[in-house]
């Protein structure tokens, strides 16, 4: 089995609801996965992109954003073979708004992010960038994988996405001082007390930093936690649906783990991780296709 939950069906900052959430569109990636082998697809669209998020949080960036009904993208994502998802943010003190957010709709799973560490900004656009605020590298960090030990533990996500996303500018920006497992280890001790599945995201392979997310280092300290794993590309368009999964796939094997997160109405089972090339095999065989 192999799976792609971290897709969105647009890319960032162009386009419309109307040109993207489509049957055609939805085709493409499952014509996509279908190819890389992929048996399990879900949509897990920007929270941010729904003008219900601003329920929840409202700064600068969302309110540019939220245009769109995340009731209409649900309606949506269920006349699909899709799972349906969504990658929502983080955001301490809205907690209970997030989860009425969620609890009136019925996810297959929730991805948990950190992209802006509250007003101090961005991890990973420069356009509110966190690095003019918080410019000490170990600083940054700390905070960083604090927010994610956060997120974890606030048991609103089924997920951890891109768990080091913090990590993302690579040498282009000055690397923490002290030994990053320093960092990790309230996020990965939250990590094992909640059970919450580790995303392993390709998505960082497109970035400068080059790197499967999260960092071997902290995928060890998950796996030694008893921790569990889900598998996405992050793909904001069709081609990079499944990409650079061989490498994934050699990380995840490399680490010893057999087996991945499947979900359902956020219930969750393991599946064996399977090859793209025996996936295949599976999927004639199979009538599992969702309905
Ligand atoms: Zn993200
Ligand atoms: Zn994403």
Redesign the pocket.
């Known amino acids: 089995m192999l799976t792609d939950y ?1 897709l ?1 069906l647009r890319p960032d900052d162009v386009g419309t609801a109307e040109e993207h959430f489509t049957e055609e569109n939805v085709a493409e990636y499952l014509a996509a996965a279908e190819s890389a082998g992929i048996g399990e697809l879900g949509a ?1 669209e ?1 929270v941010y992109r729904f003008r219900q998020a601003l329920e929840y949080w409202s700064n600068p960036f969302w309110r540019t954003q939220a245009r769109d009904d995340l009731d209409a993208y649900c309606e949506f994502v269920r006349t699909t073979p899709l799972k349906l998802g969504l ?1 929502a943010d983080f955001v301490p003190g809205a907690e209970d708004r997030l989860a009425a957010l969620l609890d009136a709709r019925s996810f297959d799973y929730v ?1 948990g ?1 950190v992209h802006f560490l509250g007003e101090a900004g961005a991890v990973d656009d420069t356009r509110y960038d966190v690095w003019e605020r918080i410019s000490d590298p170990d600083e940054l960090w700390r905070t960083y994988f604090e927010w994610i030990a956060q997120a974890a533990r606030s048991g609103l996500f089924d997920i951890l ?2 768990p080091d996303l913090v990590k993302l500018w690579g040498d282009a920006r000055p690397l923490p001082e002290r030994d990053p497992g320093t960092y990790y280890e309230p996020a990965v001790e939250a990590i094992a007390d909640t059970g919450i599945a580790v995303e392993v995201s390709t ?1 960082g392979l497109r970035k400068h930093v080059e790197e499967i997310y999260p960092s071997r280092a902290f995928a060890e300290m998950c796996v030694e936690a008893g921790a569990s794993f889900a598998l996405s590309s ?1 793909a ?1 368009a069709p081609g990079q649906v499944g990409f650079g999964y061989d490498r994934a796939i050699e990380f995840l094997e490399g680490l010893g783990v057999e087996r991945i997160c499947v979900f359902e109405g956020r219930e969750r089972r393991l599946e064996p991780l399977g090859p793209a090339s025996e996936r295949r095999g599976e999927a004639t065989g199979s009538s599992g296709e969702a309905a």
Do not use: K, T
Request: aromatic letters at 0%; charged letters at 15%.
């Open positions: 971290h969105h897990s920007h990658e991805l992010s996405a891109h998505a992050d904001h």
